[in-house]
């Protein structure tokens, strides 16, 4: 996977947002062993500490869980799953509609805008 980092941001949130884009995409299933934090920072290439906060925050999410003798994996609760693509998806039309707003377009003229 490519990695995209940022300036604009902490490193580890932008981490936290790309494995949750890889979860809810179906880059990883449910119950899958994700790779370990070494190999996922060294893909990355950022430090270990930071994809281990990354990781962390999943796990408190409730999108992974970690066990100390398998490693970590995605959560098997696709509700869990669901609910946070539904949330990404919501932030994505939030982003569209409020730089539509800034053209001058209503909410109403911005579906139809997607609509043709």
Not at 18 to 25: E, N, P, R
Not at 42 to 52: I, L
Not at 93 to 102: K, P
């Amino acid at each position: 996977m490519r990695w995209k980092i940022a300036g604009d941001r902490p490193i580890w949130i932008q981490l936290k947002e790309q494995m949750i884009k890889m979860i809810v995409s179906g880059m990883y299933h449910g119950g899958e062993r994700l790779p370990s934090v070494r190999e996922l920072a060294k893909d990355a290439g950022v430090n270990p500490n930071t994809m281990q906060r990354a990781l962390a925050s999943l796990d408190h999410d409730g999108l992974t869980i970690t066990n100390r003798t398998t490693g970590r994996c995605v959560t098997e609760e696709e509700e869990v799953i669901a609910a946070h693509r539904r949330m990404m998806a919501d932030e994505i039309i939030r982003t569209y509609l409020d730089g539509m707003n800034e053209l001058g377009y209503t909410e109403e003229e911005s579906f139809e805008l997607l609509r043709e």
